[in-house]
């Protein structure tokens, strides 16, 4: 790994900018951000032949490298965010999943730390507001109504960094909680739910506006009960999640909400568990065991799926080159619509000038070769 340049020319690839891509394109970084133009004696790195992207950004994450954001150590946690960092991810929320009232307002406590010391972007809390009938990998006996009250008991306990939660809004209180998220500007995403097209249209007007996961742990589609997926893929206010990852979608589903949403309204997502970068083997997921064979992870008791060992480097190459979605609009899908819906979009999500040096560099085939965060090489394409 190499350090930080005082001034770097990034030379030579296809560089992917909000405006379109620059052949022969060229990214100027100085110490920690882009600027405009090179300082006398930069040095440069020639990359021909490649692609030059904006860092990815992820809003649903729940670990990687073998650790858990939802009950790993400190030194654990950052072991995950490193081990996404490795796979071009250079901004990441940490998701948890469903427990105990206080022991998730204990762990926002930890996780908000490094969310205050830069290593974190903020906070998911996916679970405990969410239905027993479409609870995936949630412990049933933990869920709970989402109540207004026990909402902001976790966002005062985030200390301010609380960037989303995934509710059932269906349940009692689900659009109360919708509106209080919405008065503090933290994200309200209908998820996990059993909710009717008619109760989720009505909590996209009380304020929610991302879709957790689109088509995973919600009713079908279907031609007299539209349900969720309808109200949530028609209506321009909503941003859809999807896990590109071959095993929660079908590459016809990926197709159908590109098509109807647009990719200025998708969010490409890991959904990671621990396993992540990792490998097959026993996990645990908050309270539930999950094994993970040939790379996808299920729950050892009943089989649900359990989160995915995504990355976003993978997301990518399968949107490219499988999903033939084209570039532009898939580094829109994995950094700008993220680094908007996260608040965040000033300082990452693209290759403006001004903005951190966070950025990803691929070959001709889309295989990731370097990252860099905040004009640091994580990977150095010259050596790795």
């Not at 049933?140 to 989402?146: A, F, G, N, S």
């Not at 359990?306 to 399968?318: E, K, N, V």
């Amino acid at each position: 790994m190499a350090g930080r340049a005082d001034s770097t020319v990034l030379a030579g690839a296809r560089v992917v900018l909000p405006t379109g891509t620059v052949e022969d394109g060229r990214v100027v970084v100085e110490g920690t951000r882009i600027v405009g133009g090179a300082a006398e004696g930069a040095g440069t790195v020639d990359l021909s032949g490649h692609w030059v992207v904006p860092g990815f950004v992820d809003m649903h994450n729940h670990g990687g490298g073998g650790a858990s954001f939802t009950s790993g150590t400190v030194d654990e946690v950052l072991t995950g965010i490193r081990t996404h960092r490795e796979h071009g991810t250079t901004t990441l929320v940490a998701s948890t999943v469903t427990g105990e009232m206080d022991f998730l307002s204990r762990r926002a406590g930890v996780l908000s730390e490094l969310v205050e010391q830069g290593d974190l972007a903020g906070i998911h809390f996916e679970g405990p507001f969410i239905s027993p009938c479409r609870k995936g990998a949630h412990s049933e006996d933990l869920l709970r109504h989402p109540d207004p009250a026990e909402v902001r008991k976790l966002m005062d306990a985030a200390r301010g960094t609380a960037k989303m939660f995934t509710l059932a809004t269906e349940l009692p209180g689900g659009i109360e909680s919708v509106r209080l998220l919405a008065e503090h500007g933290v994200i309200a995403a209908i998820g996990h739910t059993d909710a009717t097209y008619e109760q989720t249209v009505e909590a996209i007007d009380a304020g929610a506006t991302v879709a957790t996961h689109l088509f995973n742990a919600m009713p079908p589609l279907a031609h007299r009960e539209p349900g969720p997926i309808a109200a949530l893929l028609e209506d321009e206010r909503i941003t859809v999640e999807l896990i590109n990852d071959g095993t929660h979608l079908h590459p016809a589903a990926l197709e159908l909400a590109y098509h109807h949403a647009g990719a200025h309204r998708v969010a490409l997502i890991t959904d990671a568990m621990d396993a992540a970068g990792f490998g097959d083997g026993r996990y645990q997921l908050g309270p539930l065991a999950v094994e993970v064979k040939d790379g996808v992870a299920r729950l050892v008791e009943g089989n649900s799926i359990a989160g995915s060992t995504l990355t976003l480097d993978t997301a990518f190459h399968r949107a490219v080159t499988i999903d033939r979605i084209p570039v532009g609009e898939v580094v829109q899908s994995i950094s700008a619509n993220p680094a908007r819906l996260l608040g965040v979009y000033d300082k990452v999500g693209s290759l403006d000038p001004g903005k951190d040096a966070d950025l990803v560099v691929l070959d001709a085939d889309f295989t990731l070769k370097g990252v860099m965060r905040k004009g640091e090489w994580i990977i150095d394409p010259q050596i790795g």
